[in-house]
């Protein structure tokens, strides 16, 4: 069997928020299977792993409920206990609760029918469902009642439990571009360095970019420099924790200039390199690096600034 690090089943009352445990936990890196009938399980653990998944490594939730064929609370728990002795692990059960009138609401609001009282009131189909659950959420090692939270509520306390230390983390990149060759599109932060120094108006300079030492030095000399881009770097900071625990899947830093060759590449390999110490790791790419310098793209040439 591929045994992975961790096996969660996950189940409870309809609309509770069984849909929205399983999205969240797929965007942290699980592996996610709804409605799988427990002599499947099995069956699944041998099969390969998904194209892209960490292999053995990736934790897998399992989603059941009234809905999954053949559904058997007392069942259920017999073929948890066996599974755990199995893979000599255990294997972690959560239930999702939530007060009736609650639920009432949710699928008058919804307008969707119950699916134990597909022809009666939902209120009916609950009670049932609450009744042939009872053993489960007994037997739960874990239980979240939903009543008084909102999904995005649910889906924070879902990360905050469940995330790993490398799987809560928002894949991250920081990107240098031109504004003279547009905005790049998927872009969720962008800083503009163009009141910066440019390198393009220094002769010697023009040819290189801002991966040069000598380039980088002239855009660091800048009076503004160090100020500015160390508040830019403590922002980062402040806000890129603050996407984790709103659940964001990817952030994108984007840094330009007007020709993506000489500012915003010094400025994005700098930024990256101190998120790196605080120890996030960010992708670095130059979208614009090898594009030939040109006049016309950079508008007339400033003043010499005086130091």
């Known amino acids: 069997m591929t045994m992975p690090r961790q096996i969660l089943l996950v189940t409870g009352m309809s609309g509770a928020g069984k849909s929205t445990v399983l999205r969240t936990l797929e965007d942290i890196g699980w592996e ?5 009938p427990m002599a499947l399980i099995a069956h699944l653990l041998e099969t390969k792993a998904p194209e892209g998944g960490d292999g053995a490594d990736r934790p897998l939730a399992i989603c059941i409920g009234t809905r999954t064929r053949g559904f058997d609370a007392s069942q259920v728990i017999d073929r948890i206990q066996a599974l755990s002795q199995q893979l000599g692990t255990d294997v972690g059960t959560l239930f999702l609760d939530c007060a009736g009138a609650e639920l009432d609401r949710r699928y008058s609001e919804t307008r969707r029918r119950h699916p134990l009282a597909l022809d009666r009131p939902a209120s009916d189909g609950i009670a049932r469902e609450r009744e ?3 053993p489960l959420r007994d037997w739960a090692n874990r239980v979240i009642d939903t009543t008084d939270l909102t999904s995005n509520q649910l889906a924070q306390a879902i990360r905050a439990t469940f995330s790993g230390e490398e799987m809560g983390r928002p894949v991250l990149s920081v990107m240098s571009f031109g504004f003279a060759r547009g905005l790049p599109r998927n872009a969720d932060l962008v800083f503009d360095m163009r009141y910066l120094r440019n390198p393009h108006w220094v002769p010697d300079l023009r040819p290189g970019t801002g991966l040069d030492a000598d380039v980088a030095a002239y855009v660091a000399g800048d009076p503004a420099y160090a100020d500015s881009v160390g508040r830019i770097e403590d922002l980062l900071l402040l806000l890129l924790p603050r996407y984790r625990t709103e659940g964001k899947s990817y952030v994108t830093i984007a840094i330009g200039c007007t020709g993506g060759r000489h500012r915003s ?11 790196q110490a605080e120890g996030f790791s960010p992708t670095v790419t130059h979208r614009d690096l090898g594009t030939a310098p040109q006049d016309s793209l950079e508008g007339a040439p400033k003043a010499k600034l005086i130091s």
């Open 32 to 36: 996610t299977v709804d409605n799988l």
């Open 132 to 134: 042939i659950l009872a």
């Open 265 to 275: 590449v010094h400025v994005a390999d700098r930024i990256a390199r101190r998120l």
